[in-house]
Nanobody, 120 residues
Framework: QVRLVESGGGLVQAGGSLKLSCAAP????????MGWFRQAPGKEREFVAV????????LYKDSVKGRFTISRENAKNTVYLQMNSLKPEDTAVYYC?????????????WGQGTQVTVSS
């Protein structure tokens, strides 16, 4: 089973920026759809952003549009989430996930998560 590894989380003040990375080993990375999710304390996990294999198609949760950017480097088997203008409500554990299909029906691989904390 593909194992994803996130990095780049941390503590930042409101209005600041962070860039998350997710490494996905394997030779089929460029054909995989990659997504970012987050889970805040006491809340359910929610969708943040997704990108198709070529990188030409992206979708975002409404509340992060214009602030977050998902991108990928297939040569490095890595997907990124650039987060700007961070708000305290963005505080959560962020997870990357991988799907074999577009449209996505299910994600079959997940990372362990990376903590993002935004202070006011």
């Amino acid at each position: 089973q593909v194992r994803l590894v996130e990095s780049g989380g941390g503590l930042v003040q409101a209005g600041g920026s962070l860039k998350l990375s997710c490494a996905a080993p394997g030779r089929t990375f460029s054909s995989r759809v990659m997504g970012w999710f987050r889970q805040a304390p006491g809340k359910e996990r929610e969708f943040v952003a997704v990108i198709n294999g070529s990188g030409r198609t992206t979708l975002y949760k409404d509340s992060v549009k214009g602030r977050f950017t998902i991108s990928r480097e297939n040569a490095k088997n890595t997907v990124y989430l650039q987060m700007n203008s961070l708000k305290p409500e963005d505080t959560a554990v962020y997870y990357c996930a991988s799907s074999p299909t577009w449209p996505v029906y299910e994600y079959d691989a997940w990372g362990q998560g990376t903590q993002v904390t935004v202070s006011s």
